[in-house]
């Protein structure tokens, strides 16, 4: 693939190593151009709007598929996810890769290690934690306005800066870490402020790559929206920014949400970016899980990995605590 290619050539090095890989990323970002601007073309032919929070949605009876179709979607999470995942509890409970699950060969110390005895791994469970947390806050605090203007005021400037906000996720990570390194090697201009070997700099990477997740599902919400709503607001007398916080933010908060939540997950286990960009003290879990699996130690990986599962999915159950004191439709899996 295309990011394999890219991956090799800089591992290769040479002279005209970043011309290369320049052209490559160009190649995946024209692609990805040529998307979005298919998905604009036929969202403009469909209408979408809705003039509630939420839509129920309308049942498919499957009737003598059900059966089959059930079996078929347990069989496939059981392959993809189940089982992944109890190969990586097993072998985060041996010694030693190669070693027997048994009463005897059963053992926390992979555990122990990454929790008390690894500084590097605690340090990366906080960096990670806030990286991601703040990265999540200010990407659908800057996405549910600039969803206005690209949805609801139509310009070749926004269209431009629609298309753009593709292009850092669509090339590899390493690509944008590179760029990013180039940018901030030497102090900005003016300001005099650099963000290399910094905690900041992974942050910037993460805002510029994850923002087209928590930009496209709140611009399906405004998709979905009347906008005669928000022209009445405005007769009223409504401006912008309180027309932003009592009408459109609560009708989009449950795509806001989602892409809140999809950033989180992503951004919590990142490797690609942070693996150019960490230094020391700002290590991330994805270079503290590749370091253990490089170094031969894969049983400590393991350990990583089982606690990095259980993280995310208790952060997940423990935004159910707080559902009944969300509005109805914030939070993706509740009714």
Not at 25 to 52: K, P, W
Not at 137 to 160: C, H, K, Q
Not at 177 to 197: C, M, Q, S
Request: hydrophobic share 60%; glycine share 6%; aromatic share 8%.
């Amino acid at each position: 693939m295309l990011p394999t290619l890219i991956y090799q050539r800089l591992a290769g090095l040479g002279p005209g190593v970043l011309s290369e890989v320049a052209v490559l990323s160009m190649l995946i970002g024209a692609i990805a151009v040529v998307g979005i601007s298919v998905q604009e073309s036929m969202l403009r032919r469909r209408d979408f709007r809705i003039s509630a929070a939420t839509i129920a949605a309308r049942p498919f009876e499957l009737r003598r598929l059900r059966l089959p179709v059930e079996v078929a979607l347990w069989t496939l999470i059981g392959v993809v996810l189940v089982l992944p995942l109890c190969a990586l509890v097993l072998t985060s409970l041996v010694p030693a890769v190669g070693v027997t699950l048994s009463a005897a060969t059963a053992t926390l110390d992979n555990f122990r290690f990454v929790l008390f005895d690894h500084g590097a791994a605690r340090r990366a469970f906080v960096n990670s934690f806030g990286l991601s947390a703040t990265a999540a806050v200010v990407i659908v605090a800057f996405a549910i306005p600039l969803a206005y203007f690209l949805v609801w005021r139509r310009s070749r400037m926004l269209r431009a800066v629609n298309l753009v906000t593709e292009i850092p996720y669509a090339v590899p990570g390493v690509v944008l870490a590179i760029a990013a390194i180039l940018l901030f090697l030497k102090p900005l201009p003016i300001v005099g402020v650099t963000l290399y070997n910094t905690v900041w700099i992974i942050l910037f990477c993460y805002l510029a790559r994850f923002l087209v997740l928590g930009l496209r599902p709140v611009v399906a919400g405004y998709h979905q929206l009347d906008r005669t709503l928000e022209e009445a607001s405005q007769i009223a007398g409504a401006r912008l920014p309180r027309r932003l916080r009592t009408v459109i933010v609560p009708l989009v908060a449950p795509t806001a949400a989602a892409g809140a939540l999809l950033i989180f997950l992503t951004a919590f286990n990142e490797l690609t970016l942070s693996a150019l960009l960490w230094s020391s003290g700002s290590e991330t879990l994805g270079v503290v899980f590749f370091s253990f699996q490089q170094g031969g130690d894969s049983t400590y990986a393991a350990a990583l990995g089982v606690l990095t599962v259980i993280v995310s999915v208790a952060l997940m159950l423990s935004t159910l605590l707080a559902a009944k004191r969300l509005p109805q439709g914030v939070l993706p899996w509740r009714d």
